[in-house]
């Protein structure tokens, strides 16, 4: 049976179906990766120093040519490139969305056959207005992730033609029989990755939530806290299992059947978290409530406050915005989202006297400001 069409015949576009929940914060982030290597070439892990240097320019040159950007730019930092673009931007870090190898020694590494056990840098660059981050150089030759507001196919399709046209300029390695060729196997046949961040917390409190997730993973989905425990913190605090991210690790098949079965998985999970909080709501569930209220008075009498335990606690609070439960100006959100972040080891390192560690600082400085914004709830 054919869809519908406009006026002109032509085949009517389906709305994004996320623009159908009546909540905001169950659906946080959709993000797409392509895994890509050159062809009669080593992968990363194997491969040498001088390798790699040979490596990321043939891969830098291709994107230059492939996107019609002028020759990137070396800092100080050799693993960076400052590439000319509209507008013009350059990513030291990223943080959340995308899972760089460590860059300061933390955690575990990936090292190659030479390096001599340093941890392997990927190069970063960002491409096409900044919807897309590209890693050079990383676990493979290039990796290309999207993370925009729009729907998995619309992601695959800027992702996939700007790899299309990298591809022209230095060929892909790709095998008849396994597909796209990568130095993780889960990422061999359609070499890419679909990842959507939700919010759970509906599920969670209903107390459904182990059924939803057992049954992802019955489907073959990969499902993961967001926020687990972060390096570098004095017993980091668990997840407490709110905040998910499912992605998906089956890579047979065509790439259209993937991101359609992704995209329908997400849409159903997203529709199971709506009719729970919808519930919870109608019944004015006791647990509900407190819930929240424990949440907030957490962060409103905390003396310190790790990141992971500051993440966690701004959600919630989110949560109980979107459900009407708290009214919160747009200035105290924006702090709850973004100073667990800013307030880095360095950025906190600079003023600290001699022999206190910055983790510390971090976890005390985080407090004031939860206080001064959570205790507005307080009755």
Same mark, same amino acid.
């Given at each position: 049976?054919?869809?519908?069409?406009?006026?002109?015949?032509?085949?009517?576009?389906?709305?994004?179906?996320?623009?159908? @929940?009546?909540?905001?914060?169950?659906?946080?982030?959709?993000?797409?990766?392509?895994?890509?290597?050159? &062809?009669?070439? =080593?992968?990363?892990?194997?491969?040498?120093?001088?390798?790699?240097?040979?490596?990321?320019?043939? /891969?830098?040159?291709?994107?230059?040519?492939?996107?019609?950007?002028?020759?990137?730019?070396? #800092?100080?930092?050799?693993?960076?490139?400052?590439?000319?673009?509209?507008?013009?931007?350059?990513?030291?870090?990223?943080? %959340?969305?995308?899972?760089?190898?460590?860059?300061?020694?933390?955690?575990?590494?990936?090292?190659?056959?030479?390096?001599?056990?340093?941890?392997?840098?990927?190069? *970063?660059? /960002?491409?096409?207005?900044?919807?897309?981050?590209?890693?050079?150089?990383?676990? $493979?030759?290039?990796?290309?992730?999207?993370?925009?507001?729009?729907?998995? !196919?619309?992601?695959?399709?800027?992702?996939?033609?700007?790899?299309?046209?990298?591809?022209?300029?230095?060929?892909?390695?790709?095998? %008849?029989?396994?597909?796209?060729?990568?130095?993780?196997? $889960?990422?061999?046949?359609?070499?890419?990755?679909?990842?959507?961040?939700?919010?759970?917390?509906?599920?969670? *409190?209903?107390?459904? @939530?182990?059924?939803? #997730?057992?049954?992802?993973?019955?489907?073959?989905?990969?499902?993961?806290? =967001?926020?687990?425990?972060?390096?570098?913190?004095?017993?980091?605090?668990?997840?407490?299992?709110?905040?998910?991210?499912?992605?998906?690790?089956?890579?047979?098949?065509?790439?259209?059947? =993937?991101?359609?079965?992704?995209?329908?998985?997400?849409?159903?999970? &997203?529709?199971?978290?709506?009719? &729970?909080?919808?519930?919870?709501?109608?019944?004015?569930?006791?647990? #509900?409530?407190?819930?929240?209220?424990?949440? =907030?008075?957490?962060?409103?009498?905390?003396?310190?406050?790790?990141? !992971?335990?500051? #993440?966690?606690? &701004?959600?919630?609070?989110?949560?109980?915005?979107?459900?009407?439960?708290?009214?919160?100006?747009?200035?105290?959100? !924006?702090? @709850?989202?973004?100073?667990?972040?800013?307030?880095?080891?360095?950025?906190?390192?600079?003023?600290?006297?001699?022999?206190?560690?910055?983790?510390?600082?971090?976890?005390?400085?985080?407090?004031?400001?939860?206080?001064?914004?959570?205790?507005?709830?307080?009755?």
């Amino acid at each position: 049976m054919e869809g519908p069409r406009t006026r002109n015949g032509a085949p009517r576009r389906s709305r994004d179906w996320r623009g159908d @929940l009546p909540f905001r914060t169950v659906l946080l982030h959709r993000a797409v990766g392509l895994y890509r290597n050159l &062809a009669d070439t =080593i992968f990363p892990p194997r491969s040498s120093p001088e390798g790699d240097a040979v490596v990321r320019q043939r /891969v830098v040159e291709a994107v230059r040519k492939s996107s019609g950007l002028s020759a990137p730019r070396h #800092l100080e930092n050799p693993d960076s490139f400052l590439v000319e673009s509209a507008p013009l931007r350059f990513v030291e870090r990223v943080l %959340d969305p995308f899972p760089l190898p460590p860059r300061d020694g933390g955690g575990a590494s990936e090292q190659g056959a030479g390096d001599g056990g340093a941890t392997r840098r990927p190069s *970063v660059m /960002v491409l096409k207005r900044g919807q897309v981050l590209a890693l050079v150089g990383g676990e $493979d030759h290039l990796t290309l992730f999207c993370r925009t507001d729009g729907p998995f !196919s619309a992601q695959f399709k800027t992702l996939s033609s700007l790899a299309d046209s990298i591809g022209k300029v230095s060929p892909f390695a790709r095998s %008849d029989e396994y597909g796209w060729l990568a130095s993780d196997p $889960d990422h061999a046949g359609a070499g890419m990755v679909l990842s959507c961040d939700v919010c759970l917390m509906g599920l969670c *409190v209903s107390r459904t @939530l182990d059924q939803s #997730l057992r049954a992802l993973d019955r489907l073959g989905f990969d499902v993961y806290p =967001i926020y687990g425990p972060f390096p570098a913190e004095d017993n980091p605090l668990d997840a407490p299992g709110c905040l998910y991210r499912v992605a998906s690790v089956r890579n047979a098949g065509s790439a259209r059947d =993937i991101v359609g079965r992704m995209d329908a998985v997400c849409r159903e999970l &997203a529709r199971q978290e709506q009719n &729970a909080r919808l519930t919870l709501l109608r019944r004015h569930s006791p647990d #509900l409530f407190d819930f929240v209220r424990r949440a =907030i008075a957490s962060g409103a009498w905390c003396s310190s406050l790790q990141l !992971s335990e500051a #993440l966690e606690i &701004a959600q919630v609070v989110f949560f109980a915005a979107d459900l009407g439960l708290v009214r919160i100006s747009a200035k105290d959100a !924006s702090d @709850l989202a973004r100073t667990p972040f800013a307030l880095t080891d360095e950025a906190v390192s600079r003023d600290l006297p001699a022999g206190y560690e910055a983790r510390h600082a971090r976890a005390a400085l985080a407090a004031p400001l939860f206080r001064r914004i959570l205790k507005q709830f307080q009755a």
